[in-house]
């Protein structure tokens, strides 16, 4: 599961999200992440949960893949819990905190799973283009967004290159606390290294230089796309009107 479906990288397939509008699929994440900042009670959450099984279905990939590599940042969900607890001092809040974070890592993962690189950046950067006219540098910025996804990534296969290279060298992980220290520094700095290269790459082909950029793939609207952008705001609509929000 692990070397099939790397956390954060993309999953060659032919699904219908895949071949879903880049700026499309990008403005669902985000108006998707609203509805999660505005839910509050069990019945809008279980809406979205809903909402969550039936574009991960439409993927094609193992819902496994994305419970598996959802899991791999626990710390996330302990930290979450945590600060949540500290400030409500609620249990069942905490819970609900931490459930809306894990949503967030697995719509994260949808969009990585389904989408390349440059099509996240050329969805960002069509997305928001209008904010070129007051001097905002939306091709820069979507390409650092990029190149953050691409370093999260590269970061949790070098850790596992890595992990397995002190293995095959008969390091002991009775004293994981060496272990992991020894393998921090080595991870973060190849990741690093790496994504700075590829930035480089896409600089080197005058990436974002242009007024306007043409694309190698045909990025048209789906009937898919409308489908799941009118789902949403129905549930926002209703949200709001049934007042199913933090106020």
Known sequence: MRDKYPFFN????????HNM???????FIIIYILLLILLRDKYSTMLISLLT????????????AYIYNAFRVWIVYVISFIISFIFSLDVLFSIFITYKVFLI????????????????????????????KINI?????????????????????????????MAYRGV????????????????????????RRMQAAMKLRFYGYSKRRTNYH??????????????????????????????
């Not at 509008?21 to 403005?27: A, F, H, P």
């Open 10 to 17: 993309y999953v060659t397939g032919n699904s219908k999200v």
């Open 21 to 27: 509008n880049s700026k499309n699929k990008v403005l």
């Open 53 to 64: 099984l039936f574009v991960l279905y439409k993927t094609k990939i193992n819902l496994l």
């Open 105 to 132: 890592i697995i719509i994260l993962l949808f969009l990585t799973f389904t989408t390349s690189l440059s099509e996240i950046a050329w969805g960002i950067e069509c997305l928001f283009s209008k904010l070129k």
């Open 137 to 165: 540098p939306v091709s820069k910025i979507a390409l650092r967004i990029a190149m953050d996804i691409k370093f999260v990534s590269t970061l949790f296969l070098q850790a596992s290159t890595i992990r397995k290279s």
């Open 172 to 195: 002991s992980y009775h004293n994981h606390t060496k272990a992991l220290s020894s393998m921090i520094i080595p991870v973060i700095t190849l990741s690093y290294k790496l994504s």
């Open 218 to 247: 045909e990025n048209k609207t789906t009937s898919f796309d409308k489908v799941l952008i009118v789902l949403e705001f129905v549930l926002l609509y209703v949200i709001i009107w049934l007042g199913w929000y933090v106020k």
